[in-house]
């Protein structure tokens, strides 16, 4: 919680960018008192501008989102994978199966993070778009397959357009 507080304090205080947070639609199935916990960090920051939530009620469609995004941050989420696998900058600030992958920038805090956006290298998000392939290619060979994304390009066409 302490990391959200920081992070939605980092973006008041840069007013660069908005900062969208999508709850997970799995949400509505966990503890009232992570709901609870939410729902006080959304009040909390509802007279700010530059900080939206959207609920895990809401129909607005995270992919979306996702393909509108300049930038994607996650506590663990496969929509890293899924940011990733499209070109976007992705952050992870929690723990995930494919945090040793380099599929993403891991942030270690907001120093950090803060640190990571001033310094994107386009070159280093290719890589993540070209790694996140073989975990693609894992899931859907020996791991389980994507249920919500319908990936529109393949590792072939991501090789020709950077070059390799």
């Given amino acids: 919680?302490?990391?959200r507080s920081r992070l939605i304090e980092f973006n008041q205080s840069d007013k660069e960018f908005y900062l969208y947070v999508r709850l997970h639609p799995n949400l509505i199935n966990k503890?009232?008192?992570?709901?609870?916990?939410?729902?006080?960090?959304?009040?909390?920051?509802?007279?700010?501008?530059?900080?939206?939530?959207?609920?895990?009620?809401?129909?607005?469609?995270?992919y979306e989102i996702l393909e509108k995004s300049d930038l994607v941050f996650t506590a663990g989420s496969t929509l890293a994978v899924e940011g990733a696998c499209i070109g976007k900058p992705v952050f992870l600030f929690g723990h995930a199966l494919y945090q040793e992958l380099e599929i993403?920038?891991?942030?270690?805090?907001?120093?950090?993070?803060?640190?990571k956006i001033q310094n994107l290298d386009q070159r280093e998000i290719e890589k993540f778009q070209l790694n996140t392939w073989d975990y693609i290619y894992f899931l859907e060979n020996g791991g389980c397959k994507f249920q919500n994304a319908y990936l529109q390009?393949?590792?072939?066409?991501?090789?020709?357009?950077?070059?390799r």
């Fill in 1 to 3: 919680m302490l990391f």
């Fill in 31 to 62: 503890s009232q008192e992570l709901l609870e916990s939410w729902e006080k960090l959304e009040k909390e920051y509802s007279q700010m501008d530059l900080v939206k939530f959207i609920s895990p009620k809401s129909t607005i469609s995270t």
């Fill in 104 to 115: 993403c920038s891991i942030v270690k805090d907001i120093n950090d993070f803060k640190l």
């Fill in 153 to 163: 390009t393949n590792r072939r066409n991501i090789q020709d357009q950077i070059g």
